[in-house]
């Protein structure tokens, strides 16, 4: 193997490291939102299907009724 063929492999491999560390750090932030949107729900069963109704509709509703009910228990 050249000398420029590993500097090219060692490049892209860098950029997939870099593109890893940035997708992780994002996957992280993610499920620290999921985490706080769970005990919002936990602490407050009901905020789902409020909200549903206030901006949906009675189906959005219903399905807000329904997952409440699921959390709940």
């Known amino acids: 193997m050249s000398a420029s063929t590993d500097d090219l492999r060692t490049l892209e ?11 992780n750090a994002e996957t992280s ?22 909200t549903a109704i206030i901006g949906g509709g009675i189906i959005p509703a219903a399905i807000g009724a329904l997952l409440a009910l699921y959390l709940h228990h």
């Open 13 to 23: 491999i860098d950029k997939l490291f870099a593109e890893t560390t940035r997708l």
């Open 29 to 50: 932030k993610i499920n620290a939102e999921t985490r706080m949107i769970n005990e919002q729900l936990r602490a407050h069963p009901w905020l789902p299907l409020f």
